[in-house]
């Protein structure tokens, strides 16, 4: 299978076939977009009006209850299974027709697809806020059945939070299901912290720092275990020995122990040298050394993983993005090398960046062209991955035609969606649009769509900072559009200006731009169009903004080495 990123609704790619096949993928991570800034109280007033549909449009929060969220109850209660119509019906009718209940309508019809895409073996892992995360595992149990839940994860996501009349919100949920009883688990342990270290590894010799643990467990035994052992009984406290293997293996790694006593593993544990024997009387204890130890097992309540500072270098600048190292570690648990990782709301890409740094198969689902563009950003500067090459983008245009299909999507803001794409295809960073957001701001822009960055020499030889501006027209243009791009120059003290247009410039435009003259740059002794148009077609077939080499047009992914640490260290 080759990775994959889909632009569009999410329900509607889960439902074909042709995309999802049944039980076709190992491990599904999903953050589906949920305010929980918004109060409470807010989500569970009560709608009406023709005009409002229910729809993810990440971080606006406008999940409304209106014909589509009417239309979608209908069908789970009609054709879900019955144990999932009956969930419905049942907190239809506890909650009421709310932008609430249109978000559990909506997550609810998405989740019976992940649930028919996902492998015997696989697991599912529902990052959510704690306003809805009881409600979703009503819908989750109704989908999976009860049996196949295993955990409700907290994750620690802020230190502080005030409240008004409340406990400091400071975690999210991550609610832990698996398609049946055989999934797959791997036994996934953390470092240990200073503190932990300086608290239980207070011991030190010439082989280095260690901690005494026991040799006996609770309760007496009849067998080899309650004998003595060198005149000391395990009985007379009413425990017994506990030989431990593991200290055993990595002592003698090629001996077999099966055929050996209880008393004779004691013995080569003491040839060894990993048993400390205290004053007469007392039982001896077993060095366990932190060189040799593999960690913490992790715990469902997450506190090593701190949320991305402002300064953190894989912050992309996205409002919900999560740290690297809480989806590395759910995806060491439930996945294993060449199993395929899905996210359904795949943002800008943090799920897809973890599983291929692990060695995993991805696919991403994303509502927005300002997201997937994200995503091929972080995955070229990350891992040099090329979109259409290494991987596949399916749903953006491959043809003027179908650039011309998405302009005209007035339904899924279509002007917006085809901006953001244009611009992906320069790597420029969109000037008023936000991450996650199917809209753009109007009139915000002052003539201005993107923006590339680069660096050139002043007069002085000094290295300046310089911005090529960029507009994208959709519709019909004119040279009046052109001179309008030289006034933003102007007025931007912008280096270049490029006019990407759908339609073909006019003879007129091309003089206007012609007359610009150029910009010549002191660093690389050569002079570059001041006004540059390039149609879609032209990108299509390769061309692209003829300019200095590019620098900080997003915020950059940090390169992956790929030395193997990350796939097989602690985290």
């Not at 309508?105 to 809805?132: I, Q, W």
């Not at 012609?514 to 390769?542: C, H, N, P």
């Amino acid at each position: 299978m080759k990775n994959r990123l889909y632009y569009g609704d999410n329900l509607e790619i889960l439902r074909s076939r042709e995309y999802f096949p049944d039980a076709c993928v190992d491990l599904i991570y999903l953050d589906p977009p949920f305010n929980s800034n918004r109060n409470y109280n807010v989500l569970f007033k009560s709608e009406s009006g023709a005009d409002s549909q229910a729809q993810i449009t990440a971080f606006e929060d406008t999940w409304h209850w209106g014909e589509t969220a009417e239309a979608t109850t209908d069908d789970i209660i009609v054709n879900a299974p019955h144990k999932v119509a009956t969930a419905i019906a049942a907190l239809l009718d506890l909650i009421g027709r709310n932008q609430m209940m249109a978000y559990l309508v909506m997550m609810t019809a998405r989740l019976v697809e992940l649930h028919r895409v996902l492998k015997p073996t696989g697991s599912l892992y529902l990052h959510c806020d704690p306003t809805a995360s009881h409600y979703l595992k009503i819908v989750l149990d109704a989908i999976f059945g009860a049996e196949s839940y295993h955990n409700h994860i907290t994750w620690k996501r802020t230190g502080s939070h005030g409240g008004a009349k409340k406990w400091g919100p400071i975690s999210d949920n991550i609610l832990f299901y698996s398609r049946s009883n055989d999934y797959t688990w791997n036994r996934v342990k953390r470092a240990y912290d200073e503190a932990y270290i300086e608290k239980y590894y207070r011991n030190e010799d010439e082989r280095g720092r260690f901690q005494l643990v026991t040799l006996t467990g609770a309760g007496t035994s009849a067998g080899e275990s309650g004998k003595p052992w060198r005149g000391i009984n395990p009985m007379e406290t009413g425990r017994h020995w506990a030989t431990p293997t593991a200290a055993l293996e990595l002592a003698y790694p090629d001996r077999d122990f099966s055929e050996l006593s209880v008393q004779q593993k004691l013995d080569l544990l003491d040839e060894a040298g990993l048993i400390q024997w205290p004053k007469r009387g007392k039982v001896p204890r077993q060095k366990r050394y932190l060189d040799e130890s593999e960690g913490v097992v992790i715990q469902d309540i997450i506190t090593d993983i701190p949320p991305l500072s402002a300064h953190a270098k894989e912050r992309l600048g996205y409002p919900t993005q999560k740290p690297e190292a809480l989806l590395e570690r759910i995806i060491r648990a439930s996945s294993n090398e060449g199993d395929i990782v899905l996210d359904p709301f795949c943002g800008c890409g943090t799920a897809i960046a973890a599983a291929h740094k692990l060695g995993r198969k991805w696919i991403g689902i994303d509502i927005t062209h300002l997201s997937i563009a994200l995503q091929k950003y972080r995955l070229q500067d990350m891992f040099e991955l090329v979109s259409g090459t290494d991987y596949a983008v399916i749903g953006e245009p491959t043809t003027v035609a179908g650039a011309r299909e998405l302009a005209q999507d007035s339904a899924n803001e279509g002007r917006y969606q085809f901006e953001w794409w244009a611009l992906s295809l320069v790597r420029a960073k969109p000037v008023g649009g936000r991450a996650g957001s199917r809209k753009g701001k109007k009139g915000a822009d002052q003539g201005i769509d993107g923006v590339i960055n680069f660096f050139d020499e002043d007069d002085k030889g000094k290295k300046k900072p310089r911005k090529v501006i960029v507009q994208v027209k959709s519709g019909a243009v004119k040279s009046g559009d052109i001179r309008d791009l030289k006034g933003a120059i102007e007025r931007e003290k912008a280096a270049i200006g490029v006019f990407i247009t759908l339609e073909k410039p006019t003879k007129a435009m091309i003089k206007e731009a012609l007359a610009a003259g150029w910009y010549e740059s002191r660093t690389w002794q050569k002079k570059f169009r001041r006004v540059q148009i390039l149609t879609i077609g032209d990108l299509f077939a390769g061309a692209g903004v003829e300019m200095p080499p590019q620098v900080g047009t997003h915020q950059r992914a940090s390169r992956w080495k790929g030395d193997g640490g990350s796939q097989r260290g602690l985290i």
